[in-house]
Protein backbone atom coordinates (compact mmCIF):
# COMPACT_ATOMS: atom_id res chain seq x y z
CA UNK A 1 0.00 0.00 0.00
CA UNK A 2 1.38 3.45 -1.15
CA UNK A 3 0.18 6.17 1.09
CA UNK A 4 1.20 9.96 0.71
CA UNK A 5 0.87 12.31 3.72
CA UNK A 6 0.43 15.65 2.55
CA UNK A 7 -1.04 19.27 2.74
CA UNK A 8 -1.73 22.75 1.10
CA UNK A 9 0.11 24.16 3.68
CA UNK A 10 3.67 24.21 4.99
CA UNK A 11 3.88 24.14 9.04
CA UNK A 12 0.74 21.94 9.24
CA UNK A 13 2.88 19.45 10.84
CA UNK A 14 2.85 16.86 8.06
CA UNK A 15 6.41 15.79 8.54
CA UNK A 16 5.88 15.26 12.49
CA UNK A 17 2.66 13.29 11.28
CA UNK A 18 4.81 11.31 9.13
CA UNK A 19 7.43 10.17 10.82
CA UNK A 20 5.62 9.34 14.02
CA UNK A 21 2.64 6.93 11.63
CA UNK A 22 6.20 5.22 9.80
CA UNK A 23 7.38 4.66 12.89
CA UNK A 24 4.39 3.04 14.32
CA UNK A 25 3.63 1.06 11.59
CA UNK A 26 7.03 -0.67 11.18
CA UNK A 27 6.33 -1.98 14.70
CA UNK A 28 4.66 -4.97 12.79
CA UNK A 29 5.54 -3.81 9.47
CA UNK A 30 8.37 -3.22 6.81
CA UNK A 31 7.80 0.21 5.37
CA UNK A 32 9.82 2.26 2.97
CA UNK A 33 9.26 5.79 4.39
CA UNK A 34 10.09 8.52 1.43
CA UNK A 35 10.94 11.93 2.40
CA UNK A 36 9.81 13.68 -1.26
CA UNK A 37 9.99 17.07 0.02
CA UNK A 38 13.48 17.48 -1.66
CA UNK A 39 13.89 21.26 -1.40
CA UNK A 40 13.70 20.89 2.40
CA UNK A 41 14.05 17.19 3.85
CA UNK A 42 14.14 16.59 7.53
CA UNK A 43 12.71 13.49 8.15
CA UNK A 44 15.97 12.15 8.77
CA UNK A 45 16.34 14.97 11.33
CA UNK A 46 13.19 13.76 13.20
CA UNK A 47 14.20 10.42 13.19
CA UNK A 48 18.00 10.53 13.66
CA UNK A 49 18.86 8.13 10.75
CA UNK A 50 22.04 7.17 9.84
CA UNK A 51 23.00 9.26 6.17
CA UNK A 52 23.86 7.11 3.26
CA UNK A 53 24.54 8.49 -0.12
CA UNK A 54 22.98 6.22 -2.69
CA UNK A 55 23.33 8.30 -6.23
CA UNK A 56 23.08 11.60 -8.13
CA UNK A 57 20.40 13.13 -9.75
CA UNK A 58 21.56 14.49 -13.34
CA UNK A 59 19.76 15.98 -15.79
CA UNK A 60 20.44 17.86 -19.35
CA UNK A 61 22.63 20.92 -19.54
CA UNK A 62 23.18 22.47 -22.57
CA UNK A 63 26.65 22.74 -23.87
CA UNK A 64 28.27 25.64 -26.22
CA UNK A 65 30.65 25.15 -29.29
CA UNK A 66 31.05 28.95 -30.09
CA UNK A 67 32.96 28.03 -33.39
CA UNK A 68 29.23 26.66 -34.91
CA UNK A 69 27.17 29.47 -32.97
CA UNK A 70 25.76 31.82 -35.39
CA UNK A 71 24.77 34.46 -32.27
CA UNK A 72 20.98 34.32 -33.56
CA UNK A 73 19.81 34.08 -30.37
CA UNK A 74 16.85 31.74 -30.59
CA UNK A 75 18.05 29.04 -28.06
CA UNK A 76 17.32 32.25 -25.48
CA UNK A 77 14.07 33.09 -26.89
CA UNK A 78 12.57 28.95 -26.54
CA UNK A 79 13.92 29.14 -23.04
CA UNK A 80 10.83 29.15 -20.90
CA UNK A 81 13.05 29.25 -18.01
CA UNK A 82 15.23 32.57 -18.83
CA UNK A 83 18.75 30.21 -18.43
CA UNK A 84 19.93 30.85 -22.10
CA UNK A 85 20.76 34.51 -21.75
CA UNK A 86 21.92 36.23 -24.70
CA UNK A 87 22.46 39.83 -25.79
CA UNK A 88 22.71 41.14 -29.17
CA UNK A 89 26.48 40.32 -31.09
CA UNK A 90 27.95 38.13 -28.34
CA UNK A 91 27.49 34.66 -27.55
CA UNK A 92 25.19 33.48 -25.59
CA UNK A 93 25.71 31.83 -22.09
CA UNK A 94 23.48 29.37 -19.89
CA UNK A 95 22.60 30.22 -15.83
CA UNK A 96 23.23 26.48 -14.87
CA UNK A 97 21.44 26.36 -11.80
CA UNK A 98 17.95 28.27 -13.77
CA UNK A 99 17.86 25.09 -16.68
CA UNK A 100 15.39 22.25 -16.20
CA UNK A 101 17.00 20.24 -18.62
CA UNK A 102 14.21 20.60 -21.08
CA UNK A 103 16.86 20.59 -24.51
CA UNK A 104 14.52 23.01 -26.34
CA UNK A 105 17.41 25.35 -27.10
CA UNK A 106 19.30 21.96 -28.16
CA UNK A 107 16.70 21.25 -31.02
CA UNK A 108 15.88 25.08 -31.98
CA UNK A 109 19.49 25.37 -32.65
CA UNK A 110 20.01 26.07 -36.49
CA UNK A 111 24.00 25.34 -36.62
CA UNK A 112 24.40 22.72 -34.00
CA UNK A 113 26.18 24.45 -31.97
CA UNK A 114 24.60 22.90 -29.03
CA UNK A 115 24.66 19.82 -27.90
CA UNK A 116 23.61 17.49 -24.01
CA UNK A 117 25.90 17.87 -21.45
CA UNK A 118 25.12 16.70 -17.97
CA UNK A 119 24.55 18.56 -14.60
CA UNK A 120 23.94 17.00 -10.96
CA UNK A 121 20.54 18.62 -9.34
CA UNK A 122 20.25 16.50 -6.36
CA UNK A 123 21.23 13.37 -4.45
CA UNK A 124 19.16 10.68 -3.15
CA UNK A 125 20.14 9.34 0.57
CA UNK A 126 18.96 6.90 2.69
CA UNK A 127 18.61 6.04 6.34
CA UNK A 128 18.41 3.28 9.28
CA UNK A 129 16.40 4.75 11.94
CA UNK A 130 18.68 5.08 14.92
CA UNK A 131 17.04 6.47 17.99
CA UNK A 132 18.75 5.08 21.19
CA UNK A 133 15.67 5.52 23.38
CA UNK A 134 12.68 3.39 21.03
CA UNK A 135 11.69 0.82 23.59
CA UNK A 136 10.62 -1.68 20.49
CA UNK A 137 12.35 -3.04 16.99
CA UNK A 138 11.41 -0.81 14.08
CA UNK A 139 11.56 -2.46 10.17
CA UNK A 140 12.00 0.95 8.85
CA UNK A 141 14.01 2.34 6.28
CA UNK A 142 13.98 6.13 5.31
CA UNK A 143 14.59 7.37 1.40
CA UNK A 144 15.28 11.17 0.52
CA UNK A 145 15.91 13.37 -2.03
CA UNK A 146 17.92 16.59 -1.75
CA UNK A 147 18.48 19.34 -4.11
CA UNK A 148 21.58 20.89 -5.29
CA UNK A 149 21.89 24.56 -3.47
CA UNK A 150 20.12 26.87 -5.81
CA UNK A 151 18.56 24.82 -8.40
CA UNK A 152 15.01 24.96 -9.37
CA UNK A 153 13.99 21.68 -10.18
CA UNK A 154 12.16 19.96 -8.04
CA UNK A 155 10.03 17.71 -10.19
CA UNK A 156 13.03 15.96 -11.33
CA UNK A 157 14.68 14.89 -8.03
CA UNK A 158 11.12 13.98 -6.84
CA UNK A 159 10.62 11.55 -9.98
CA UNK A 160 14.58 10.44 -9.35
CA UNK A 161 13.64 9.10 -5.75
CA UNK A 162 10.28 8.00 -6.10
CA UNK A 163 11.75 5.41 -8.90
CA UNK A 164 14.30 4.41 -6.62
CA UNK A 165 11.99 3.68 -4.22
CA UNK A 166 9.66 1.69 -6.38
CA UNK A 167 11.99 -0.46 -7.40
CA UNK A 168 12.14 -1.51 -3.65
CA UNK A 169 8.82 -1.85 -3.17
CA UNK A 170 8.68 -5.74 -3.13
CA UNK A 171 10.76 -5.75 -0.03
CA UNK A 172 8.07 -3.20 2.38
CA UNK A 173 4.76 -3.77 3.13
CA UNK A 174 4.08 -0.62 3.08
CA UNK A 175 5.48 2.56 1.38
CA UNK A 176 4.83 6.18 3.21
CA UNK A 177 5.26 9.44 1.26
CA UNK A 178 6.02 12.79 2.93
CA UNK A 179 5.38 15.10 -0.01
CA UNK A 180 6.38 18.95 0.00
CA UNK A 181 3.53 21.20 0.94
CA UNK A 182 1.20 23.12 -1.18
CA UNK A 183 0.01 21.77 -5.05
CA UNK A 184 3.28 22.77 -7.09
CA UNK A 185 4.54 19.72 -9.75
CA UNK A 186 6.66 18.93 -7.16
CA UNK A 187 3.67 17.69 -5.05
CA UNK A 188 1.64 16.15 -7.86
CA UNK A 189 5.25 14.16 -9.02
CA UNK A 190 5.16 12.75 -4.69
CA UNK A 191 1.93 11.85 -5.13
CA UNK A 192 1.39 10.05 -8.68
CA UNK A 193 -0.22 6.53 -8.31
CA UNK A 194 -0.22 5.95 -4.40
CA UNK A 195 -2.93 4.28 -2.98
CA UNK A 196 -4.08 6.66 -0.14
CA UNK A 197 -3.30 10.41 0.38
CA UNK A 198 -3.99 12.14 3.97
CA UNK A 199 -4.41 15.64 3.55
CA UNK A 200 -3.00 17.37 7.25
CA UNK A 201 -4.53 20.25 8.20
CA UNK A 202 -4.62 22.65 11.08
CA UNK A 203 -8.14 24.20 12.21
CA UNK A 204 -7.34 27.86 11.40
CA UNK A 205 -8.87 29.98 8.22
CA UNK A 206 -5.59 29.94 6.43
CA UNK A 207 -5.83 25.71 7.12
CA UNK A 208 -9.26 26.02 5.67
CA UNK A 209 -8.11 27.94 2.51
CA UNK A 210 -4.96 25.43 1.48
CA UNK A 211 -7.15 22.27 2.65
CA UNK A 212 -9.62 23.16 0.24
CA UNK A 213 -6.55 23.30 -2.48
CA UNK A 214 -5.16 19.99 -2.23
CA UNK A 215 -8.57 18.14 -2.02
CA UNK A 216 -9.02 20.05 -5.26
CA UNK A 217 -5.98 18.58 -6.37
CA UNK A 218 -6.15 15.45 -5.44
CA UNK A 219 -10.24 15.05 -6.54
CA UNK A 220 -8.53 15.77 -10.01
CA UNK A 221 -5.43 12.95 -9.56
CA UNK A 222 -8.51 10.64 -8.39
CA UNK A 223 -6.69 9.66 -5.38
CA UNK A 224 -8.51 8.34 -2.44
CA UNK A 225 -8.38 10.86 0.51
CA UNK A 226 -8.97 11.34 3.73
CA UNK A 227 -7.95 14.21 6.03
CA UNK A 228 -5.86 14.47 9.65
CA UNK A 229 -6.33 17.34 11.74
CA UNK A 230 -3.25 18.44 13.47
CA UNK A 231 -3.21 20.88 16.30
CA UNK A 232 -7.46 19.82 16.77
CA UNK A 233 -7.86 21.42 20.04
CA UNK A 234 -7.04 25.06 19.17
CA UNK A 235 -8.46 27.08 16.26
CA UNK A 236 -12.02 26.43 15.15
CA UNK A 237 -12.33 23.00 14.15
CA UNK A 238 -15.66 23.71 12.43
CA UNK A 239 -13.86 25.14 9.77
CA UNK A 240 -12.06 22.10 9.04
CA UNK A 241 -15.37 19.69 9.45
CA UNK A 242 -16.99 22.21 7.06
CA UNK A 243 -14.68 21.33 4.13
CA UNK A 244 -14.73 17.46 4.96
CA UNK A 245 -18.73 17.67 4.90
CA UNK A 246 -18.43 19.80 1.44
CA UNK A 247 -15.90 17.67 -0.56
CA UNK A 248 -17.12 14.63 1.24
CA UNK A 249 -13.61 13.27 2.10
CA UNK A 250 -13.93 11.87 5.99
CA UNK A 251 -11.85 13.17 8.84
CA UNK A 252 -9.83 9.93 9.78
CA UNK A 253 -7.84 11.01 12.87
CA UNK A 254 -7.06 14.50 15.27
CA UNK A 255 -4.19 14.98 16.68
CA UNK A 256 -4.43 17.38 20.02
CA UNK A 257 -2.23 20.35 20.78
CA UNK A 258 0.09 18.95 23.87
CA UNK A 259 3.42 19.58 25.42
CA UNK A 260 4.96 16.77 25.08
CA UNK A 261 4.57 16.39 21.29
CA UNK A 262 5.99 19.85 21.15
CA UNK A 263 8.99 18.77 23.30
CA UNK A 264 9.37 15.65 21.38
CA UNK A 265 9.89 17.91 17.65
CA UNK A 266 11.90 20.24 19.53
CA UNK A 267 14.61 17.57 20.47
CA UNK A 268 14.38 15.97 16.97
CA UNK A 269 12.23 12.90 18.27
CA UNK A 270 9.51 11.23 16.52
CA UNK A 271 6.00 11.62 18.51
CA UNK A 272 4.74 8.64 19.61
CA UNK A 273 0.77 9.05 20.87
CA UNK A 274 -2.17 6.82 21.18
CA UNK A 275 -4.21 8.77 18.30
CA UNK A 276 -1.19 7.71 16.13
CA UNK A 277 -1.41 4.29 17.45
CA UNK A 278 -5.10 4.19 16.29
CA UNK A 279 -4.36 5.63 13.37
CA UNK A 280 -1.71 3.33 12.22
CA UNK A 281 -3.84 0.35 13.60
CA UNK A 282 -6.94 1.76 10.88
CA UNK A 283 -4.26 2.25 7.97
CA UNK A 284 -3.11 -1.79 9.03
CA UNK A 285 -6.35 -2.72 8.48
CA UNK A 286 -6.88 -1.41 5.37
CA UNK A 287 -3.93 -2.70 3.43
Request: glycine share 6%; aromatic share 4%.
Amino acid sequence: MKIAITGGKGGTGKSTIATALALELSTDNKVLLVDADVECPDDHIILSTTREKVGDVHAILPSFDQEKCLKCGRCSEVCKENAVVFIKDKYPFIVSKQCNGCGACILTCPSGALTEGQQVIGAIYQGKCQQPYLKQEHDLLLLWGEMEVGCENTSMVVNATREYAENRTSDYDCMLIDTAAGTHCNVISAMVDVDLALAVAEPTPLGRHDLELILQLLKIMKVSTKIIVNRSDIGELKLIEEVSQENDVPIIQKVPYERDILKKHSRGQPVIHKNIEELAYVLSEKS
